[in-house]
């Protein structure tokens, strides 16, 4: 089997790793939210859950995905009785599959990002009458920001680079699922080294930028 080279595996794992930061940066905002503000009981055991992508083999994360959403489950059944096919081998589950593996570096961004806010300034504003959600909106959130962007940078790299859970999940179809890490893998399994390096140098090269840029803006801060 050969391949040629196209930019689909650059723009879908692009792709990919945009929508799956966004949905990261907003799970992992409201959850340290939730769990710095309110009192939850069973928190260190729903952190536990949180960090276990990052311990975890791709390949179990890949496996417990397809259980749950794939097409003999209850989950995978409703989404093809909604949308009208099974979830398993589109693009979307490549999304899914990124944001599993990328939400931990998030929340832990944004969780050292809202505790490192002084205590006096949340304190002045509770005291003016802000609300939790307007704490968080105007104050919480501007003050955090750093760790915040750090976060999205790490979240990003790590979704742009998802390849085992994504392989089992998703695929790796050519023009439909097929992202940088599986267009890599097909091509080492092919012989195909001058395709293989031409996708490496592009996502080392996306990588070290977004890397450099963070390490960069901390180094003027």
Excluded: C
């Amino acid at each position: 089997m050969s391949m040629e080279w196209s930019w689909f595996p650059v723009q879908l794992s692009l792709i990919v790793a945009i929508i799956a930061t966004l949905i990261t940066l907003f799970l992992g905002i409201i959850s340290s939210h939730w769990l710095l503000t309110k009192k939850v009981k069973g928190k260190s055991i729903i952190e536990t859950l949180f960090f276990l992508p990052l311990v975890l083999p791709p390949t179990v994360i890949g496996f417990l995905l397809i259980i749950v959403f794939g097409s003999n489950s209850p989950v995978g059944e409703l989404i093809a009785w909604v949308t009208g096919r099974s979830l398993l081998f589109t693009s979307t589950a490549a999304v899914l599959a990124a944001t599993v593996v990328a939400f931990p570096l998030m929340y832990q961004s944004v969780k050292t990002g809202f505790l490192a806010v002084d205590t006096n300034v949340i304190g002045a504003a509770k005291v003016d009458g802000a609300s939790d959600w307007k704490l968080l909106i105007l104050v919480t959130l501007p003050l955090s920001i750093r760790s915040i962007s750090t976060g999205i940078v790490l979240s990003f790299t790590r979704a742009f680079g998802e390849f085992g859970a994504t392989l089992m999940f998703a695929g790796n179809i050519p023009g439909s699922t097929q992202t940088i890490p599986t267009a890599i893998y097909l091509a080492l399994e092919t012989g195909q080294m001058d395709l293989a390096w031409y996708y490496v140098l592009i996502s080392i090269g996306f990588s070290f930028i977004l890397l450099f840029a963070i390490n960069r803006s901390k180094g003027n801060a």
